[in-house]
């Protein structure tokens, strides 16, 4: 059986060793010449900044208030004064007045009016000027010239000083850098020209853009990325037809300058070349080992192996009486071990998940009962008083679990007096429901003896706070109704405030002082409130449910989105009302309710 699982192993992991070759190649290739980048964009940068420091040498002189302000008999003292202690680097340093007249660190004359330089400063008010590679009128030697303005105090132009930079310079710099035993750095300006290179045959002589003329394949778009002023890589051929790579990048601080590197194609890929074939071949020395010890070992394994797969056709079938009996001394046989106690253990599971079922289906079968015994104590009917045309009312209860803690009722006192009751429990579920049925039992009852609400609110609470071990509270707002006149008085304990909604679409938030929870402490004084309603105006009353449910963003219903819904236009019924804002309540919340949904809607209708 391993034999037949084997081969196919050996195939897949020699196909992936082709796939991880080329992988190889793809990856570690262009990460080679991309480290070349590197390097190369650092020791660009390493010019930038001796370039950088040229142009702050230069700036230096042009702040020193001989030149600035002397004579040029004092100025030519001072620029002869300075030859012995100027950087190597440099040709000369030299002082040219407004008409371009020059005072050289050498002790030579002429005239530079016609230089690029000294027009860009005297004449275009540059800050400093790198010039492209030129020909020294003292010396004939090949220089650049790193040039500044020299103002004097009363800001007029008192002409140039500068310094001319032997070429040979920057053909040490580049000549420098090596990569491989024929790699070698160059510096080419932005019209494409060789300004340094290692062999004198070229310096000068070769423009990257008419390389093909002089034997070269493929090192023109060298010379066109480069004038474009872009960074790269090209691969040409020389006209001795070795095989190069080209890398190029900007020096800053020049004038478009570029330095390049040279690399042979066989020195950078050669040594990654061999690295992956080595690696290539301990790959298939590795799946030759893997197959021979595939083959030693199957035979072996395959026995216990049969045996172990029939064991578990036999249990996945049901049989769980079923036991392996394997002694091969090894991980098979801990195995099969481990196999004989997973049967046994999946019966104890089985017999413990029957139990447990059935003392699940017990409970959700009493928290039906109890939560049909919950909905048989609160009106169910609507309309409730179908003989009294007076007034509109519509209630609705939606618990968060099977049974809730909110609650309302109400009844009337005598033919004229209506009372309205609703309640909110601390908690949720059967401790809940229990201490809610019994508040609204004691509500209901003493709000039958007696007529004032705040009074009524007082004596329960009493009752409620005696013996209060468990700490449970209610909330309850109590209204009383006078049918015939309108006038609503009321009483607060810790409920959300009801509303009023007139007619005319105001509205006003009902609440009293002293509002405190019912069962919180004994002896508490309950102040009364009280209202008129007008024909059409509305009385409503709500739990927590309603303004504190949240999105699965964490947004809050809110108040103000539940009084909305009164101020639209229109004129719908108590019910109509009560369910539309109990479907946006619950659409907001996604069905993830989380406290009880208590809404009662009451209008005057004459």
């Not at 190369?40 to 002189?61: F, N, P, Q």
């Not at 491989?180 to 045959?201: C, K, M, N, W």
């Amino acid at each position: 059986m391993l034999l037949w699982f084997g081969v196919p192993v050996a195939l897949l992991f020699l196909v992936l060793g082709a796939v991880n070759y080329l992988q190889v190649r793809e990856t570690v290739f262009p990460l080679n010449e991309e480290l070349s980048r590197e390097v190369l964009a650092a020791r660009a940068a390493e010019i930038g900044r001796l370039m950088h420091g040229y142009v702050s040498e230069i700036k230096t002189m042009a702040r020193d208030d001989i030149l600035r302000e002397g004579t040029r008999v004092e100025i030519k003292a001072d620029i002869l004064g300075r030859d012995a202690a100027r950087n190597p680097d440099y040709e000369m340093i030299f002082y040219a007045d407004p008409a371009g007249h020059f005072i050289a660190s050498n002790d030579t004359e002429g005239n530079v009016a016609d230089r690029d330089y000294f027009r860009a400063i005297v004449h275009g008010g540059a800050e400093y000027y790198v010039s492209n590679p030129l020909v020294s009128r003292s010396t004939g030697e090949n220089v650049f010239v790193v040039a500044c303005p020299l103002i004097d105090s009363r800001g007029e132009s008192k002409g140039v000083i500068a310094a001319t930079v032997l070429l040979k310079t920057l053909t040490s710099i580049a000549g420098s850098i090596k990569m491989g035993e024929r790699g070698f750095g160059y510096v080419v300006d932005s019209t494409g020209l060789l300004i340094a290179h290692p062999s004198q045959e070229w310096r000068l002589k070769l423009n990257l853009l008419t390389s093909r003329e002089q034997g070269f394949e493929g090192l023109g778009e060298a010379g066109r990325m480069i004038v474009a002023g872009e960074p790269g890589l090209i691969r040409y051929r020389r006209p001795d037809g070795s095989k190069m790579i080209a890398i190029f990048d900007l020096i800053p601080e020049t004038p478009g300058w570029f330095l390049g590197l040279a690399i042979s194609e066989g020195e950078l890929m050669g040594r990654v070349t061999a690295l992956v074939r080595r690696i290539f071949s301990l790959l298939l020395a590795t799946l030759a080992v893997l197959l021979l010890i595939v083959i030693v070992i199957s035979g072996r394994l395959a026995g216990p192996i049969g045996l172990l797969r029939r064991g578990v056709n036999k249990v996945s079938a049901g049989d769980l009486d079923h036991r392996l009996d394997i002694r091969t001394g090894d991980e098979i046989e801990e195995l099969a071990s481990a196999f004989n106690k997973m049967t046994v253990d999946l019966k104890e599971q089985i017999k413990n998940l029957q139990a447990e079922t059935a003392k699940r289906q017990a409970v959700e079968s009493e928290l039906q009962i109890a939560k049909e015994i919950q909905e048989s104590i609160l009106p169910r009917v609507f309309p409730p008083f179908p003989g009294r045309g007076e007034f509109d009312l519509y209630s609705v209860m939606h618990p968060a679990k099977e049974v809730g803690g909110d609650f309302y009722d109400f009844f009337f006192y005598d033919k004229n007096t209506f009372v309205m009751i609703i309640g909110d429990v601390s908690g949720k579920g059967v401790p809940a429901a229990l201490f809610m049925m019994l508040s609204r039992t004691l509500i209901h009852t003493v709000a039958s003896e007696e007529k004032d609400p705040a009074r009524v609110l007082e004596k329960v609470n009493d009752i409620v706070s005696e013996d209060n071990e468990t700490c449970m509270f209610v909330t309850v707002f109590l209204a009383s109704y006078d049918v015939p006149t309108g006038r609503l008085t009321y009483s607060n304990a810790g409920h959300t405030p009801a509303l009023k909604i007139t007619a005319g679409k105001t509205v006003q938030e009902l609440t009293t002082e002293n509002s405190v929870a019912l069962g919180v402490m004994p002896g508490v004084d309950y102040r009364p409130g009280e209202t008129v309603l007008e024909t059409g105006d509305r009385f409503v009353f709500y739990t927590d449910g309603v303004n504190e449910a949240f999105s699965p963003a964490g947004e809050f219903y809110g108040t103000q989105r539940f009084i909305d819904h009164f101020l639209k236009a229109g004129d719908p019924s108590a019910r109509e009302e009560a369910a539309a804002i109990l479907k946006d309540v619950m659409d907001f919340q996604e069905e993830n309710q989380h406290d009880d949904i208590t809404i009662t809607v009451f209008k005057r209708l004459e």
